[in-house]
């Protein structure tokens, strides 16, 4: 019985002794900090080993990107906007319908997805690819449509950035006047700013 609570001892010293080295032995290792060392009161931070080990903090302006770009997203599939087109009829509907509503075939089925890209400050490049596919035909025909739009978080607006956003946002083919508007023909050509 000694024995064994000898053995209980002597690993509860060992214990004891490994915590106080791990924890850097209280009192005693303050009164002389080797150099590169922390002193107690500073708080601790990490020390690079090499430049590679560097991190470079992000702007300021770049904090909550992530989710300001899925806010952006989810704005561009929800928000309804309120367009006159070129023929009389006013529409109150989400930009992604404004898009479907360009390819004129609104029994067609279709898809579509938003992407959101972060251009700086408040300013967003909102992108609409979508898929439609019309069934009535035989083969069936398949036809997809870049909507492009700018997104400006202060003035909570949306603007279009390609023929199709300008035909989504206004009911007008830029491309079937007389005078196309230069940047905005082909519609679905994308505009990188």
């Not at 024995?3 to 080295?21: G, H, P």
């Not at 009161?41 to 300001?68: C, F, H, K, M, Y």
């Not at 300013?123 to 690819?129: A, E």
Request: proline share 7%.
């Amino acid at each position: 019985m000694n024995r064994i609570l000898t053995v209980a001892q002597l690993v509860a010293v060992c214990f004891s002794l490994l915590l106080v080295a791990a924890c850097g032995g209280g009192e005693e290792q303050t009164a002389a900090t080797p150099t590169g060392a922390v002193s107690e009161g500073t708080p601790a931070s990490p020390q690079p080993t090499s430049p590679s080990d560097e991190v470079t903090p992000l702007p300021v302006t770049a904090t909550n990107i992530s989710a300001r770009g899925a806010e952006v997203e989810s704005l561009a599939n929800t928000v309804v906007q309120h367009v006159t087109w070129e023929d009389g009829t006013t529409y109150e509907e989400t930009i992604s319908d404004l898009v479907f509503r360009t390819a004129g075939k609104p029994d067609a089925g279709h898809g579509h997805r938003v992407v959101a890209r972060w251009l700086g400050d408040t300013s967003w490049q909102v992108i609409i690819y979508m898929r439609v596919v019309d069934r009535s035909t035989d083969p069936e025909t398949v036809t997809d449509l870049v909507g492009e739009f700018y997104y400006d978080e202060e003035k909570d607006e949306f603007t279009a950035a390609n023929g199709r956003g300008v035909f989504a946002l206004t009911g007008r083919d830029p491309c079937l006047s007389d005078q196309p508007e230069p940047g905005y023909c082909p519609l679905d050509e994308e505009v990188i700013p």
